[in-house]
């Protein structure tokens, strides 16, 4: 994988980036069912390593607000205590992106798509600052994506991710049932649905004339 990724070059330009604007969703001991009970602010941008048409290196760093609220879900918690909370967080990470299609403008011949879905995984950290305590965990992001090419250099994009934390900690509730749990079985999941709009720049040298 890494060496198609690093070996093509099927793009006129070798970087990307702008802004990103949507909703996020909360899943966890306050809401097991409908992520967008509590919908939250998504803000943020995103840059990217052009390496070819199908493989993108991306980088981002966001900011989301999650909500939840214990009145939302059916279980009972001991001695019906009531839980809610509000967090601000900020998410700062990288993934691998694959284009299902050659995405790009050009030659009809290099067969270029102008759409393109596209999947994508990586590795981020995120901190949440909930009711007046700081969280920090590792999260693992994984979803699926749209690009629109407007023009050459301009383009468009939808991304839905979830973004599984590896720690219980985000919404600063943690072992509500007086049941402890290992490192990986955690129940904080959040959800990033956003627009992009990217820009393109520094050029790929196509042909390289070298003089002794």
């Known amino acids: 994988m890494m060496l198609v990724l690093f070996s093509v070059h099927g793009q006129d330009y070798r970087f990307e980036f702008g802004p990103a604007l949507g909703v996020s969703g909360y899943l966890g001991d306050l809401n ?3 992520m967008y009970k509590h919908p939250g602010v998504v803000g943020g941008g995103i840059f990217r390593y ?3 048409s199908r493989w993108v290196v991306k980088g981002d760093l966001l900011y989301a607000g999650l909500k939840g609220d214990s009145n939302d879900v059916q279980n009972k918690f001991p001695h019906d205590q009531h839980y809610s909370f509000s967090s601000s967080v900020v998410d700062l990470g990288g993934q691998i992106e ?8 050009g030659p009809r011949y290099k067969k270029y798509k102008r759409l393109s879905p596209y999947l994508t995984v990586g590795l981020g950290m995120t901190m949440a600052f909930t009711n007046g305590k700081t969280g920090v965990a590792m999260n693992l992001p994984m979803g699926l994506g749209l690009k629109f090419k407007l023009k ?3 383009n468009l994009g939808f991304e839905f991710t979830m973004r599984k934390c590896f720690g219980d900690n985000i919404d600063g509730l943690s072992d509500l049932y007086g049941v402890k749990h290992s490192f990986a079985k955690n129940t904080d999941w959040y959800s990033v649905a956003m627009f992009t709009v990217s820009y393109e720049f520094s050029k790929r040298c196509v042909k390289c004339h070298y003089v002794e």
């Open 50 to 52: 052009i390496a070819n």
């Open 98 to 105: 694959f284009n299902f299609f050659h995405f790009g403008a």
């Open 32 to 34: 097991n069912s409908n």
């Open 152 to 154: 050459e250099r301009l």
